[in-house]
């Protein structure tokens, strides 16, 4: 079976590749503004159609309750996946502009490697436990918890990373024993589509334990926050439509897992290796033209050695051009659509506003005629209060402040409506614990330590999300618990 779509890939809904109900958008390849084919543009009443076959299979199935089952077809799906590792590679680079390195680790072989831990962890799972006798009003009784599916899980998710987040999402779900209704944002419709096509094709999933919706109407995905037979409602995005699916939920008062922003802060200790450091700053900024919401966007150094950092991160900036995403030596390729690259090219110019100085970049690449791209970007002389220093860019940009002694470092890295990620680099243990103590953050790595793995939990405090996704966390998070007694 080839997986390049001719034309328009299809939904799947109910176990079957149909046509969406409002024909066909264009899928565009960011790195050369091309548009490269079409795919399914589903209407509000495929929507329904979806969200009515999973509720049907969540409640007349045994997909629930056959935890070996379930992680049968998720090995299957996995092990098909990988078979069409090349095609979904090239598709993937074409549909997303991430360079094409990254398809070796988190943009497409490691989420689907990933789905074998999830079929592992519906086999391993304790779905019981016993709590003894006791005595409640005099009576003895037996005691048992027991871990049930939460139902039908509305997963909606971006453009940046998307088998990552799709597998984050519907990997712990189906493990669980939930239904799935995916709705992939607009701009990578077909690293979902051809998903829904193995499984229809390659895969024993039952009709519709798993529902792949394009389209590109996000009307979808509100829909899918406030219909009472959606149980839960999975999302990835900004805090600011994160809010709106959290209000939309509360209607049905359905379970919400939001991951969302972040302006994370890199922290230099000033015992640190101070180029070793900024070069590995200057690094994660680029990768994949910045756009992931964990990417560490403030580096925040000593202020007595904030002129030296801000060469040494100019310098490193300068070695990451923007370049084309199927060259294997490509960090930064282009960010996902004009309107990103609009967004990403105000904020370098509110900066501006704010008294910043744009050390490097802030332009498009002058060698691109065609495509996303934005030079990678150094901003200095901003305060952390400064909207750029606060808000959410997402794309290939970094702002460097200086602190004043390790309290006013976590005071910085805290002075944020965001709790996603963080970095720290010194040599000092003590110091160093005392900063990963001190930030309020989901993920923190230390001298360059990589935190990400299926079996880790993701997530973030204050406006960065609720809940976790991925590990043994990220999987109850789709898992309701019931008590249950019993005299004896």
């Known amino acids: 079976m080839s997986l390049r779509p001719a034309s328009a890939s299809d ?46 299979a969540f409640d007349t199935t045994n997909w629930s309750r056959d935890a070996t089952f379930r992680a049968h077809c998720l090995r299957q799906l996995r092990d098909a996946l990988l078979a069409h590792t090349d095609e979904l590679r090239e598709l993937t680079v074409a549909e997303v ?75 712990p779900a189906l493990a669980a024993g939930c239904t799935v209704v995916l709705k992939p944002a607009p701009d990578t419709p077909w690293c979902a589509a051809l998903v829904g096509k193995v499984i ?9 334990v798993v529902n792949i919706v394009t389209s590109s109407d996000n009307a979808l995905g509100a829909q899918l926050s406030t219909d009472p037979r959606v149980d839960i409602v999975s999302f990835t995005g900004s805090t600011a439509t994160g809010k709106k699916v959290m209000a939309s939920a509360a209607e049905t008062l359905k379970k919400v897992f939001l991951e969302l922003g972040g302006k994370s802060a890199f922290i230099v200790l000033d015992d640190a290796d101070l180029a070793s450091a900024v070069s590995m700053a200057a690094f994660a900024v680029v990768t994949h033209a910045g756009q992931g919401c964990a990417i560490t966007t403030r580096l925040v150094v000593p202020s007595e050695k904030l002129a030296e950092a801000t060469a040494l991160a100019r310098d490193s900036l300068a070695g990451f051009a ?34 910043g100085t ?22 200095s002389g901003l305060d952390n209060s400064s909207r750029t220093a606060q808000e959410e860019i997402f794309g290939p940009v970094l702002v460097i402040l200086g602190y004043d002694g390790d309290d006013d470092a976590i005071r910085i890295a805290n002075d944020s409506p965001y709790g996603l990620s963080g ?13 990963v103590d001190g930030v309020r953050t989901g993920t923190m790595s230390i001298n360059g330590g990589i935190w990400y793995s299926a ?24 898992l309701e618990t019931k008590a249950i007694a019993e005299p004896t």
Request: glycine share 14%; with cysteine; proline share 7%.
């Open 423 to 435: 970095a720290v680099w010194g040599t000092d243990r003590g110091r160093i614990n005392r900063v």
């Open 358 to 379: 744009i050390e490097i970049g802030g332009t498009r690449p002058a060698d691109k005629e065609k495509g996303f791209f934005v030079s990678p970007t150094l901003i």
């Open 455 to 478: 079996d880790v939990p993701f997530g973030g405090y204050k406006q960065s999300g609720i809940g976790r996704e991925m590990g043994v966390a990220g999987f109850e998070e789709y």
């Open 97 to 171: 502009g991430c360079p094409v390195f990254l398809t070796h680790g988190p943009q497409l072989e490691g989420p689907i490697r990933d789905l074998g831990y999830f079929a592992d962890l519906a086999e391993s799972y304790e779905w019981t436990h016993d709590l003894g006798e006791a005595k409640p009003m005099g009576i003895r009784n037996t005691r048992e918890i027991r871990k049930e599916a939460v139902g039908v899980v509305g997963a909606i998710t971006p453009w940046n990373f998307p088998h990552q987040i799709n597998f984050a999402k519907i990997g």
């Open 11 to 56: 939904l799947l809904i109910d176990g079957k590749l149909i046509p969406g109900s409002g024909g066909v958008f264009d899928v565009v390849n960011p790195a050369t503004e091309e548009v490269i084919g079409q795919a399914a543009d589903a209407t509000l009443d495929d929507m329904d159609s979806a969200i009515a076959a999973a509720r049907h």
């Open 200 to 208: 229809a094709e390659e895969t024993d999933f039952p009709p519709g």
């Open 322 to 355: 923007a370049a084309d995403p199927t060259d294997p030596g490509t960090i930064c390729g282009p960010v996902i659509s004009a309107t990103q690259r609009e967004r990403v090219e105000s904020y370098i110019e509110l900066a501006k506003t704010e008294g």
